[in-house]
């Protein structure tokens, strides 16, 4: 008779045989009609992510519940209980949110490849976590971005791209793909429109930003470029992001230690933050705008979060208003 496999064995057996390079990830978002892709497993980080969780949760299982032998057997309760004992044992929020993120993945995973109905929602329970601090709940400032901005002595594709971003409100994805034909200059010496080609979700969209000093940014960076030259160098998301995290870090711009749950500084970082500042300043600008068009201030207010969805790229603010109310509820 045949060893039987363990639940780890099993768990890795699945993701292997899920992990598909070559796929573009977010055209692959099911459509109706389509066939469902969530359990397919992208990139190597992304398997050994999922690898890492599923060890984790296994071992947990077999020293709590010895008697459960098949993934299929793996009960909801199994996986709270494993989340909340890694929130005991010290791990930052940003660690539980990605185990949590990894449940759901492994669970498709497990039910594709097994034919099985597992289902591995949690929920984080912050009040278990020593530090509930997390660098993404939180937007830089106007005056940050604006410190960083002075700091540039010599600018590069990353500087460029951070200021870029800071009109547009742009994901950090799209660096590697805009190019100087995605620029249009308007006659007036301020309107700059901007398209995304396949963004997220594979989707095309377009922004019109209206300021002059990002019109003659803009007019100086595709300057000499041909249409398809990249905007910014061909450099990746990775580098952008290090760039501004290694900045922020010399100008030594910190959420300070009365904001965080742990007493203690904490580094902002990463693109995500400028997004959500550079969004909650064209809500402001908007709302203003709508109530100086007479609108009541509710009225402005719906309008100007519409506004900020669509810039944002998530469609209609009455299907997507609770992610706007996550960027404009960003501490800073």
């Known amino acids: 008779m045949s060893k039987k496999r ?117 929920k984080v329970n912050a009040e278990l976590i020593p530090d509930r601090t997390s660098p993404r709940e939180f937007a830089l400032t106007s005056d940050e971005i604006q410190r960083v901005k002075d700091s540039i002595v010599r600018p590069c594709h990353s500087s460029n791209f951070f200021i870029f971003s800071t009109y547009t409100c742009c994901r950090v994805n799209s660096v590697e793909s805009i190019q100087k034909r995605h620029i249009t200059l308007g006659n007036d010496g301020q309107t700059v429109t901007v398209f995304f080609e396949k963004d997220k979700g594979g989707r095309n969209r377009e922004i019109t930003v209206t300021d002059k000093e990002f019109y003659s940014f803009c007019r100086s960076l595709i300057s000499g470029k041909a249409d398809t030259d990249s905007l910014f160098g061909n450099i990746k998301k990775g ?36 997004r959500k500042a550079s969004i909650q300043a064209y809500y402001n600008k908007q709302y203003q705008h709508y109530i100086d068009k007479g609108y009541s201030p509710d009225k402005a207010d719906r309008t100007a979060k519409n506004d900020c969805c669509i810039r944002l790229g998530h469609g209609s603010a009455e299907k997507r208003v609770d992610i706007v109310n996550i960027y404009l509820g960003a501490k800073s």
């Open 6 to 122: 363990s639940l780890f064995v099993q768990s890795m057996t699945a993701i292997e045989a899920s992990f598909t390079l070559g796929y573009d990830k977010h055209s692959a978002k099911r459509q109706s009609g389509q066939p469902d892709h969530s359990w397919r497993v992208y990139s190597f980080s992304g398997k050994a992510n999922l690898l890492d969780t599923a060890h984790n949760l296994c071992e947990y299982i077999k020293e709590h519940h010895p008697e459960v032998d098949k993934v299929r057997s793996i009960r909801p309760e199994y996986c709270q209980a494993w989340l909340d004992s890694k929130a005991k044992g010290g791990c930052s929020l940003n660690t539980i949110e990605t185990y949590k993120s990894n449940l759901v993945k492994l669970s498709r995973v497990i039910n594709h490849h097994f034919g099985a109905h597992t289902n591995f929602e949690t």
């Open 239 to 274: 580098s952008a992001d290090k760039w501004l995290n290694r900045n922020l870090r010399r100008l030594g711009i910190t959420i300070p230690s009365e904001k965080t749950v742990g007493g203690k500084a904490v580094q902002k970082s990463g693109n995500h933050s400028v």
